[in-house]
């Protein structure tokens, strides 16, 4: 502990993680209580706690000012959420105000014994597709762990722990990794160590999912081939928000370990629909009752950079509304209701829909038969600004709705849906172009341009072709056309049709 604990400008934080009691054992020790002070250069004064009952979690938040004397020296918050099976998701954050030559030491009771590990590793760079897991390592109190997010298993139960991150915080709600300054976790007598940097003006992190359960079967090839490419290590970042991703060379701020909250929750979509590990349900609630925490007032989602082309072409700055994304995030939370039942999910969906329909109404093109072609970008600031039609976003904002129209049988959203469908079937033949690939966009001069992705705008055809089918009867012949016309210009290209 003097060797650790001797360093300058570093906070240690010894996170004890009880194994040894039942599920409601292990409850009550998951409070205020999870957290508790060892050290005597520091106070720790608790500030502030709230708690949310939900249908599949409990939600605790709790905040604690650290002090030295008078002197405040940071803030340091834990969000909990206490799962209905039993497994617990925590995520702490440090945001220290003065750098300190003294540690400040913090426990919780945990016992590692012998235990395997595993963890995503890199040998070609930080590319989800090409990382691969680690071999399984065996461990014990004597095990010195890699600076790396771990799956652990012990008798006792099974972790998901992060490595301690430390990220300078920047503009616009990015945040820039550090990784020079992160910290392994560090496994003592019936403790781990977490040790945080103390310096001023970071954000130092570490989050975790315990279980008595085992959290992963690696057995089961396809499910751990999805963790490991949902990359919750490096490439991808949980934040308080949610996951956060590299942030575009197209964005500010930006830099190559700068990364911003995309509101879209994939990574969470991806998990509730995914079999092989227990990780993916208790993962995929949290992210859905993030997605409810983090709607605005609203209705949607801001996406918080400035993107420098949408500034450019449009005047739309840091901020905006991105309908692809913050549609993705409604979508996300009406398949969560479909599968956990919890009213708050539906009700997010619904606050989401009500705002889909007044700014379609305010920005939209009108096609020959009546249809819309509703834009893809606005902002609080410039509710004037006009900008493209991507034929993704359309066609997501189009399923979200009749998605919202079979839980809720409100004919608002019916008619918007079908609107925006009668828009696509007004233009279908002009969105191909000679080649047979589809445009990717409808401009603001009327033309089409721009490239589509390669399998995206298809793969939202063939969901359209499915809610037809379920509430018309039949598949639609003008999208039946656009997903033909894709598919060959794919197969002639020799290229993936999913």
């Given at each position: 502990?003097?060797?650790?604990?001797?360093?300058?400008?570093?906070?240690?934080?010894?996170?004890?993680?009880?194994?040894?009691?039942?599920?409601?054992?292990?409850?009550?020790?998951?409070?205020?209580?999870?957290?508790?002070?060892?050290?005597?250069?520091?106070?720790?004064?608790?500030?502030?706690?709230?708690?949310?009952?939900?249908?599949?979690?409990?939600?605790?938040?709790?905040?604690?000012?650290?002090?030295?004397?008078?002197?405040?020296?940071?803030?340091?918050?834990?969000?909990?959420?206490?799962?209905?099976?039993?497994?617990?998701?925590?995520?702490?954050?440090?945001?220290?105000?003065?750098?300190?030559?003294?540690?400040?030491?913090?426990?919780?009771?945990?016992?590692?014994?012998?235990?395997?590990?595993?963890?995503?590793?890199?040998?070609?760079?930080?590319?989800?597709?090409k990382s691969q897991w680690s071999e399984t390592m065996v461990g014990d109190k004597d095990t010195k762990l890699t600076k790396e997010s771990m799956y652990i298993d012990?008798?006792?139960?099974?972790?998901?722990?992060?490595?301690?991150?430390?990220?300078?915080?920047?503009?616009?709600?990015?945040?820039?990794?550090?990784?020079?300054?992160?910290?392994?976790?560090?496994?003592?007598?019936?403790?781990?160590?977490?040790?945080?940097?103390?310096?001023?003006?970071?954000?130092?992190?570490?989050?975790?999912?315990?279980?008595?359960?085992?959290?992963?079967?690696?057995?089961?090839?396809?499910?751990?081939?999805?963790?490991?490419?949902?990359?919750?290590?490096?490439?991808?970042?949980?934040?308080?928000?949610?996951?956060?991703?590299f942030t575009p060379s197209s964005y500010y701020p930006s830099s190559p370990t700068s990364f911003w909250f995309n509101p879209a929750h994939h990574i969470g979509e991806?998990?509730?629909?995914?079999?092989?590990?227990?990780?993916?349900?208790?993962?995929?609630?949290?992210?859905?009752?993030?997605?409810?925490?983090?709607?605005?007032?609203?209705?949607?989602?801001?996406?918080?950079?400035?993107?420098?082309?949408?500034?450019?072409?449009?005047?739309?700055?840091?901020?905006?509304?991105?309908?692809?994304?913050?549609?993705?995030?409604?979508?996300?939370?009406?398949?969560?209701?479909?599968?956990?039942?919890?009213?708050?999910?539906?009700?997010?969906?619904?606050?989401?829909?009500?705002?889909?329909?007044?700014?379609?109404?305010?920005?939209?093109?009108?096609?020959?038969?009546?249809?819309?072609?509703?834009?893809?970008?606005?902002?609080?600031?410039?509710?004037?600004?006009?900008?493209?039609?991507?034929?993704?976003?359309?066609?997501?904002?189009?399923?979200?709705?009749?998605?919202?129209?079979?839980?809720?049988?409100?004919?608002?959203?019916?008619?918007?849906?079908?609107?925006?469908?009668?828009?696509?079937?007004?233009?279908?033949?002009?969105?191909?172009?000679?080649?047979?690939?589809?445009?990717?966009?409808?401009?603001?001069?009327?033309?089409?341009?721009?490239?589509?992705?390669?399998?995206?705008?298809?793969?939202?055809?063939?969901?359209?072709q499915q809610f037809f089918e379920k509430l018309e009867g039949e598949r639609d012949d003008d999208f039946e056309m656009l997903i033909q016309s894709k598919e060959n210009?794919?197969?002639?290209?020799?290229?993936?049709?999913?």
């Amino acid at each position: 502990m003097q060797k650790i604990i001797g360093k300058k400008f570093w906070m240690i934080v010894v996170l004890f993680l009880s194994v040894n009691n039942s599920c409601g054992g292990a409850l009550e020790i998951w409070g205020q209580d999870f957290i508790k002070s060892q050290s005597k250069q520091f106070q720790i004064i608790h500030v502030f706690q709230d708690a949310k009952p939900f249908a599949q979690a409990e939600e605790w938040t709790y905040g604690w000012d650290i002090l030295q004397g008078k002197q405040q020296m940071g803030r340091l918050t834990m969000n909990q959420y206490r799962l209905k099976n039993g497994d617990l998701y925590y995520y702490l954050r440090y945001l220290p105000e003065q750098n300190s030559k003294h540690p400040l030491i913090l426990s919780i009771p945990i016992n590692l014994t012998d235990f395997t590990y595993r963890y995503v590793t890199y040998p070609l760079g930080y590319d989800f597709a090409k990382s691969q897991w680690s071999e399984t390592m065996v461990g014990d109190k004597d095990t010195k762990l890699t600076k790396e997010s771990m799956y652990i298993d012990d008798v006792a139960g099974s972790y998901y722990l992060s490595y301690i991150d430390v990220f300078e915080l920047q503009d616009k709600s990015v945040k820039k990794e550090r990784y020079d300054l992160g910290k392994a976790l560090q496994i003592s007598d019936e403790s781990i160590f977490l040790e945080f940097p103390h310096i001023k003006g970071t954000s130092v992190e570490q989050w975790g999912v315990l279980s008595q359960e085992r959290l992963v079967d690696w057995e089961d090839p396809m499910g751990t081939m999805h963790l490991r490419m949902a990359d919750l290590n490096r490439v991808r970042k949980q934040g308080q928000e949610g996951i956060y991703y590299f942030t575009p060379s197209s964005y500010y701020p930006s830099s190559p370990t700068s990364f911003w909250f995309n509101p879209a929750h994939h990574i969470g979509e991806l998990f509730i629909r995914t079999e092989g590990a227990r990780f993916f349900d208790d993962f995929g609630l949290v992210s859905l009752y993030k997605a409810v925490r983090s709607q605005n007032q609203k209705g949607y989602w801001w996406s918080t950079p400035r993107s420098n082309w949408l500034m450019e072409d449009y005047g739309i700055d840091s901020s905006f509304y991105d309908t692809r994304f913050s549609t993705d995030a409604a979508i996300f939370l009406l398949k969560g209701y479909d599968k956990y039942q919890d009213p708050v999910f539906l009700d997010a969906g619904k606050k989401y829909g009500d705002f889909l329909l007044q700014f379609a109404e305010d920005h939209h093109y009108e096609t020959e038969n009546q249809g819309w072609l509703v834009m893809d970008y606005g902002h609080d600031l410039r509710p004037e600004v006009k900008t493209h039609v991507s034929l993704n976003h359309l066609l997501t904002e189009m399923n979200f709705l009749y998605h919202l129209y079979i839980l809720t049988e409100d004919e608002a959203y019916y008619a918007l849906a079908r609107k925006i469908k009668q828009g696509v079937k007004d233009t279908s033949i002009h969105w191909i172009k000679e080649n047979g690939d589809l445009w990717y966009a409808y401009m603001m001069d009327g033309t089409y341009g721009k490239l589509d992705y390669p399998v995206l705008t298809l793969n939202d055809l063939r969901i359209s072709q499915q809610f037809f089918e379920k509430l018309e009867g039949e598949r639609d012949d003008d999208f039946e056309m656009l997903i033909q016309s894709k598919e060959n210009y794919l197969k002639d290209n020799n290229l993936s049709l999913w």
